[in-house]
């Protein structure tokens, strides 16, 4: 049973760019037939989450994005690779801001060997990771907290990480589209990465192959405000393009 609930929970997730996929083409991302994707579209059919057309399933409504945990949970393994192709680029010393994204978190946890870092954050998360080792020194963003991000974004947070200037920001975002830019779903987080893009020397992107090509609610940057791409596939031909300006890791 745990297996089929994740079998769907990974189906959701894939689903919430807005756009229908294929059967075929679910079935060979979780390496199951097609009569068990079909078999979990019908579950999730009467349920209500999703629609079936022809040959695939869509969204039955938008889904926004969930508590911390939960979303710590989708695409793991490539949010892994991303945290440990992302973790060279930090060196001892540095001043680094990393929001309260989930792969912004996954990064955070490579970064325990680092040392004298000054950190800030509005993640309780990455507070709890990083402050209080290696000589580091922790700077924490609070106000109203929210207690699904485990985070604070509200605008008493917001101004008090507007006063720094970070060598590098780590920041995750909500969804990347070639002619949109860079998107969030969280009014607040996407506040965050606005005065992140805005006060720091260089900007790292750690994003995975599923934010790609959806939309979010709210609009946080251009694609040529990102320095650095850390992601877990390799770009098609309009994303290369897109960020050709940037250093882009494939993890």
């Known amino acids: 049973m745990q297996k089929r609930t994740e079998r769907q929970r990974e ?10 996929q294929s059967v075929t ?8 037939s097609d009569e068990t994707i079909r078999r979990e579209l019908r579950i999730l ?9 022809h040959g695939g399933a869509r969204l039955a409504a ?12 989708e695409n793991a393994e490539a949010k892994m690779r991303i945290a440990r192709a992302a973790a060279p680029f930090v060196s001892d010393g540095m001043i680094v801001f990393i929001d309260s994204g989930t792969t912004s978190c996954f990064i955070a ?7 004298s870092l000054t950190i800030i954050t509005n993640s309780l998360q990455v507070a709890a990771d990083l402050g209080g080792i290696n000589d580091n020194c922790l700077f924490l963003a609070a106000g109203q907290m929210d207690y699904d991000y485990r985070a604070f974004s509200d605008h008493t947070a917001q101004q008090y990480v507007g006063g720094f ?3 590098l920001s780590i920041l995750s975002v909500g969804a990347i589209h070639v002619d949109r830019g860079l998107m969030d779903f969280h009014p607040g987080e996407a506040a965050m990465s606005r005065i992140a893009y805005a006060t ?3 900007v790292l992107l750690g994003a995975d192959a599923s934010k790609f090509g959806r939309y979010g609610l709210i609009h946080t940057a ?11 596939k390799p770009l098609d031909d309009d994303y290369s393009r897109a960020f050709a300006h940037a250093e882009v890791v494939i993890a």
């Open 11 to 20: 189906i959701v997730a894939r689903l919430r760019g807005g756009m229908v």
């Open 200 to 202: 720091s020397e260089r």
């Open 109 to 115: 946890k490579q970064l325990v060997d680092c040392k």
């Open 45 to 53: 059919e009467e349920q209500g989450v999703i629609i079936r057309e």
């Open 165 to 167: 200037t970070p060598h």
């Open 62 to 73: 938008q889904i926004f994005e969930g508590p911390l945990i939960q979303r710590m949970e």
């Open 222 to 232: 251009p694609l040529d405000a990102v320095g650095i791409l850390v992601t877990d």
């Open 25 to 32: 083409g679910l079935a060979a991302e979780l390496a199951v």
